[in-house]
């Protein structure tokens, strides 16, 4: 039985074979032959690659993008662009085409934040938003997040992190642990506790020395959980994972929060940047 020379295929024929791989394999096919790397410049390749509501996207970018093909506006959207008058991040994962959505904290409901007796809204170079919101100080922490799964990509298992900064002057945030909850649609809660503590050991020693028994009495207050920790970012920030889910076909709304008040405790020095939606590998 003689095999089939790839070679020989018309150039069409290549490019529905390679619209049905990924982002990465129609890149590497580039060095099979010509007609292969013909093929992976193809608008049609790089069109099953791009999200279906992608020309609302580019509609709603802040700027501009110029493109001159598929392939070209596609490379453009693995780097993160703000959509939604900057109230959003989007961007697609290289190898995948995979979306993830940052939404900044102007999207989130945050307890009392237009009240500048506890919040401050304000611009930092190290933001991809035009604005973050600053906690001054407040008894009682609550961040709320939305977004439709059908902006997702679907079959996919994705994560919910808060990203955060905890300033010099940040005080009374990891007296007891803040309760997390994500829950798609009407579909089961996931629920877990974090400590949004700062990687200084040294305070985290004086604290559990002077505060030890209030800690324990205000930690028994609030659910069971593994109290997760912050972890750095490659950007500078640091996030928290609130959960995750898999985002099937149907349409539906994925809710998340953060939320601390059943301590009563007042807290401060909490920098707020948004919700990221990423693909879990």
Known sequence: MECLDMNVLPESCVAVILSLTSPAD???????????????????????????????????ASHTLEFSSKKELYLLLCNPILVADGKMSF???????????????????????????????????????????ELKTVSWLEIHGKIRSKTLSPNTRYGAYLLLKITDRAFGLDLIPSEMSLEVGNGAKFTNTAYLRSQDSKKQRMENLFYGNRKQMLKSRVIEGDDRVLSKREDGWMEI???????????????MSLMEFKGHQLKGGLIVEGIELRPKS
């Open 26 to 60: 129609a890149c590497k096919s580039s060095l099979v032959s010509s007609t292969f790397q013909s093929a992976s410049e193809s608008d049609s390749v790089w069109e099953r690659f791009l999200p279906s509501d992608c020309g609302e996207i580019v509609s709603k």
């Open 91 to 133: 961007k697609l994962e290289r190898s995948t085409g995979k979306i993830s959505y940052i939404l900044s904290a102007r999207e989130l409901s945050i307890t009392w934040s237009n009240d500048p007796m506890y919040w401050v809204w304000k611009s930092i170079p190290e933001s991809r938003f035009p604005e973050v919101a």
């Open 241 to 255: 994972e609130l959960g995750e889910f898999f985002n099937g076909e149907s349409d539906k709304e994925v809710k």
